[in-house]
T-cell receptor, first 113, second 112 residues
């Protein structure tokens, strides 16, 4: 059990560019979450998967955001045409089952300049 | 929809003081309840959990009891230490239709 791994840890990008983040959950964890956290705020839900099925996507999430979990293992989060307001920490978490605790990765800090 | 309301911070205490951070929730059905902690510069870590009414979660001297009648899950510690300084998040989840939902967090600072 190596924990939830996120890559990259830091990303600086110019406004308008596309970025993609990767999350490797704990092995055999069926549920995977993506959150966004800005300074001084709690994690804001973005989307979550049960195996490869995306169960819900936040209404706050614009069409520029898309997430996939193609084989029910790792997941990617893509942001197209980044804006300065996208600057935040993007957190991934996984859980063995829906009613068990989630384990978080260290996050990817995105800075859009 | 489901939601979590936490007491507003920041909270500043002296070492060995008693800590309470209030958390109430709104949910349909019977969610599990969690407290997560985020130390400066680190990721979120699970502190404790409770999966059904009247359960008490405990860890590192912290406790919280799942109160269905008051829809609450208040975090308590009898004697805080400087090392407890962190942001504490209350969350609910569990069940096939529940996403993990967080409160806004409470910053705790413990002074020596």
């Amino acid at each position: 059990d190596t924990g939830v791994s996120q890559d990259p840890r830091h990303k600086i990008t110019k406004r308008g560019q596309n970025v993609t983040f990767r999350c490797d959950p704990i092995s055999e964890h069926n549920r995977l979450y993506w959150y966004r956290q800005t300074l001084g705020q709690g994690p804001e839900f973005l989307t979550y998967f049960q195996n490869e099925a995306q169960l819900e996507k936040s209404r706050l999430l614009s069409d520029r955001f898309s997430a996939e979990r193609p084989k029910g293992s790792f997941s990617t989060l893509e942001i197209q045409r980044t804006e300065q307001g996208d600057s935040a920490m993007y957190l991934c978490a996984s859980a063995r089952q829906p009613n068990t605790e989630a384990f978080f990765g260290q996050g990817t800090r995105l800075t859009v300049v | 929809g489901n939601s979590v309301t936490q007491m507003e911070g920041p909270v500043t205490l002296s070492e060995e003081a008693f800590l309470t951070i209030n958390c109430t929730y709104t949910a349909t059905g019977y969610p599990s309840l969690f407290w997560y902690v985020q130390y400066p510069g680190e990721g979120l870590q699970l502190l404790l959990k409770a999966t059904k009414a009247d359960d008490k979660g405990s860890n590192k001297g912290f406790e919280a009891t799942y109160r269905k009648e008051t829809t609450s899950f208040h975090l308590e510690k009898g004697s805080v230490q400087v090392s407890d300084s962190a942001v504490y998040f209350c969350a609910l989840g569990g069940g096939s239709n529940y996403k993990l939902t967080f409160g806004k967090g409470t910053l705790l600072t413990v002074n020596p």
